[in-house]
């Protein structure tokens, strides 16, 4: 479906809507007209905004006090708002529109193509976070019911879609590795990977095989593959659930070389480190709006992560919680909302809380992956022994943007190789 983009024009004098129109028609948008300032608020809950060009001063409420009402309102509290004037020089306006959120000032007469310019970011912006939205929509039934990578492949063997698990799993971006067959990734140590599929698809109409993957970085790992047909766009297509399944494959290795020793041995309990990252692309000049899309993203996420049994959050990296799963609030007696926007300081003691600060810090200066244990105390006055698997996120400029990590009752898990810290 079309996304035409709505902008929020706000001034009293109907020149500058008919110029501020015609100079925006070739961006392909609907333009909202609104000749002051309650006008502009009255309209609001009517429309989904991209940006607002707002008239710094207008008789009655002016582009400052109609800007704080906009700011106020949760529902466009992130609405980027660019601010006109003819009055250069303006310092005091300019200081209190920037601390209201202001992403840009342009000065009157306006220059058609820097307001195409300048509005054009923010258009394409809010394109892409609908696109994102409408296909977040088309697979959200399929994502909520799986908790490894997802990897969506043609009948000729084409990865046309790939979640952010299955792209991290194999060290591959997300349009590089849609742009590649299955064979280029995937094969059979011995045998035609392509050729059980087909039969047991035949035979089954699902398929469940192990394999092997070569990473990006040329690493090779065990993978499991669980799939079906499906239709997608109208045409069949597979859609295959990975999983490394690395670790089980050496320690069943080990068993068969040390059978005599099969009774002093346990298995290893590994899990997938499950990240919804998806990776924002926008101008430099816009990065005060990272934020608020990452956040109408974590509404996607939520509904991932609380379909997911074992307790997992993500923070961001200066150690506020930015989402986590129903399972992870309820070990506090808490609910999401109660946690995300907090730190460790506010949910743990002084002592646990002071051992994640350093944990935290270790892993955003590192980038490797951290396993450790700790006990963590639960609203009846008990303590759990818990198991933290955690793992760096990055941001589009491959900066270090926060932390994932997935929470495992250590009382009900396997003996783990390496000694808890506690």
Known sequence: MEITPEILVVDDQKFTHVLLNKALKE???????????????????????????????????????????????????????????????DEEHAMRAYELGAVDFLYKPVSAPVLKSKVAVFVELFRKRKALQQRSEQYRDVLEAISEGLVTVDMDWNIVEANDSACLMLGYGYDQLCSMKLPDVMFLEHGDLLQEINELIEQNVTFRVEAKA????????????????????????????????????????????????????????????????????????????????????????????????????????????????????????????????????????????????????????????QRFCLHVYTTDGGRRHVQLHRALFRDKDGLPAGIVSVVIDADEALQQPKPCVR
């Open 27 to 89: 961006l392909g948008v609907h333009v909202v007209s609104a000749f002051s300032g309650q006008e502009a608020i009255d309209i609001l809950d009517d429309h989904d905004l991209s940006v607002v060009l707002m008239d710094l001063r207008m008789p009655g409420m002016d582009g400052i006090e109609t800007a704080r009402h906009i700011r106020n309102a949760k529902r466009t509290a992130d609405l980027p708002i660019i601010f006109i004037t003819a009055a250069q020089g």
């Open 214 to 369: 070569k990473r990006r970085n040329d690493a090779v790992i065990w993978v499991e593959l669980r799939g079906s047909i499906f239709m997608y766009g109208g045409a069949p297509h597979i859609l295959a659930v990975t999983q490394d399944i690395t670790l089980r494959k050496e320690n069943e290795l080990e068993l068969q070389q040390h059978r005599d020793r099969l009774d002093s041995l346990v298995e290893q309990r590994t899990e997938q480190l499950r990240s919804a990252i998806e990776q924002l692309r926008q101008e430099n000049d816009v990065r005060q709006n990272v934020e608020a899309v990452l956040e109408e993203q974590l509404d996607f996420r939520q509904g991932l992560m609380n379909a997911l049994p074992d307790p997992m959050y993500f923070k961001d990296n200066k150690g506020f919680y930015r989402a986590c799963n129903d399972a992870f609030a309820s070990i506090f007696g808490l609910s999401a909302e109660d946690i995300i926007g907090k730190t460790a300081q506010d949910i743990h003691p002084s002592d646990v809380a002071a051992m994640l600060q350093q944990k935290d810090s270790e892993l955003l200066q590192s980038g490797l992956a």
